[in-house]
């Protein structure tokens, strides 16, 4: 009765059926993934901080595309978008946690909303920041 986010460690359910009035209650709705350790697939960069490399910049925008997939699955393909600045490299083995919130809905379309979405280590220190926003109708 409810879209779950993908993976156990999602911290809210977000109703799937969404009419407008639903999207106004939406708004402040904060959620999360993670912890996740910071891996690169690829060896990572040679640039080194603190004796440990940095894991790629695409690794926080693949974790916030991920959480954003999650949530509104195929609408995300369609109309989604997502603009990330990176304030700060992730150490290679260090932990990263993907959070968003619901800022507002579109005045022009009733079904899109626009989110706040960040990155940030185990420290609270912000990452990366961004903006998205996405159709939640299904």
């Known amino acids: 009765n409810g879209t779950h986010w993908a993976g156990p460690d999602i911290q809210k359910t977000i109703p799937k059926e969404v009419n407008m009035s639903d999207v106004v209650n939406l708004i ?3 959620i999360s993934r993670g912890p996740m350790q910071g891996i690169s697939a690829v060896g990572g960069s040679d640039l080194a901080t603190n004796s440990r490399p940095v894991v790629p910049n695409i690794f926080h925008f693949a974790q916030m595309t991920e959480l954003l997939v999650g949530q509104f699955q195929q609408n995300w393909f369609t109309s989604g978008q997502l ?4 304030l700060k490299p992730l150490q290679q083995g260090e932990e990263l946690v993907i959070r968003a919130k ?4 579109d005045d ?5 909303v626009n989110l706040s ?5 185990m420290n609270g220190e912000l990452l990366a920041t961004g903006d998205a926003s996405c159709n939640w109708a299904l």
């Open 28 to 30: 402040g709705l904060e």
């Open 83 to 86: 603009s990330v600045r990176y």
């Open 102 to 105: 619901v800022i507002s809905y």
């Open 108 to 112: 022009d379309n009733a079904e899109r």
């Open 117 to 121: 979405v960040w990155c940030e280590n």
